[in-house]
DNA sequence: CGTCTATTTGAATGTACTCAAAAGCGGTGG
DNA sequence: CCACCGCTTTTGAGTACATTCAAATAGACG
């Protein structure tokens, strides 16, 4: 019924398991529908589960004490996500993480990671992996971060992400980048600008 | 000769291992020294090691299209380095890594860390917690860059690396924290006028 | 001692934010 | 189907935080 056949390409992309190994992963996960706004992880709260999307799209956010949103990561299809400080410590943690659309996830317990861990030691290879491309992807966006400009930021985005661009409310790219709804919209006003002057010098 | 005790006992926080095992992981390293202001690793070079400090320290740092730097990491006694986007893509990478002091390091070439997962798989179980570790603090600086303000990321600074604050120069931690040395400058000073006022209505 | 680099200071500037108000847009219920 | 409501986006004026540039001062090291 429940179709594994995409977190099984993902996995297979790096480790190759046998049917057993398979069918044992398989029975480790849950399937969950999280409709939109719906929430996988709340603040305050010790996460339980590492993600990852079939279908929609999640996304984390910290809020910071003055209430403003600050977008960590998107999750759309085919994407791991957790409040990862959380899971490996087991504390409460600072994120939050809803669908920004329905939602299909399997959930992967702490509990049954580390008895994955046990029984296919393979899968220490293969989150090694992941955790090494999603370091390589919080890395980049400190140095983004500390060297571009706002609007370097979102011309970077929109290379990134133009999938992403036309679903998203601007607002949340807006939180994602590190800059106010208000100043994104000015920036793209001053990009429309630039551009139709570019065109008419042709 | 060598002294392994530092980065056993590193190691063993996370895996046991064999006297065997033990052997085979110390003839995989290379020891080296790093005088103060030599590199290990240079920009658009490939990276062939990642580094354990025994003694010293290291720094990572981006230099951007203008020229300036922006450190990413300091490295004391203890602390694992490397440029991972080089080491796992095997591609020319951004960063460099040079000596603040003269630093002793152990290496792990990539080819010896490919042999010891395949030797000793534990290993994979290794950096996997020390990957999980350097993102849970990657991620709080992307939180940290987009939530506060300079005066509260240095105040963190020295919170969080009280014994760098008398080491290292003031231009660093300004890198570090994302702001030019000028303006840690004015900081500190408005910090300590604050402080005295404070002392003064006591 | 002299040189080189780091730090401090000040004035002018710029980038991005705040606050307030108007305009646009999408969904929902009558 | 359209009117209304709530939320997002736009716009503008004023402001704040941080940078730039230039010059003076302090420190470190050979």
Redesign the interface.
């Known amino acids: 019924m429940i179709d594994y056949s995409p977190i099984l390409k993902n996995i297979e992309k790096h480790i190759l398991l046998s049917e057993d190994e398979k069918e044992f992963f398989f029975s480790l996960l849950e399937h969950k529908t999280i409709p939109k706004k719906g929430f996988l992880t709340k603040e305050n709260q010790t996460s339980k589960y590492t993600a990852f999307v079939t279908n929609g799209c999640l996304r984390s956010y ?1 809020i ?2 003055n209430g ?1 949103e ?1 977008i ?1 990561q998107f999750a759309p299809q085919d994407w791991w996500i957790g409040d ?2 959380s899971l ?1 410590t087991q504390k409460p943690g ?1 994120l939050n993480i809803d669908a920004i659309t329905n939602t299909e996830v399997l959930l992967l317990s702490t509990n049954n990671q580390e008895l994955l ?1 046990e029984k296919v ?1 393979k899968f ?2 293969f ?2 992996i992941i ?6 992807s ?6 983004d ?4 400009s706002a609007g370097e930021r979102y011309a970077n985005f929109c290379k990134t992400y133009p999938s992403l661009i036309n679903t998203l409310p601007q607002k949340q790219i807006a939180y994602f980048i ?1 800059v106010t709804p208000e100043f994104l919209s000015k920036l793209r006003r001053d990009f429309q600008k630039e551009d139709r002057h570019g065109k008419n010098l042709i």
Chains 1, 2 share one sequence.
């Open positions: 910290y910071d004490q403003f600050h960590l990862i400080h490996i600072q861990y030691p220490e290879r989150f090694r955790l090494e491309k999603s370091l390589v919080f890395r980049q966006r400190v140095i971060n500390m060297s571009l590190g």
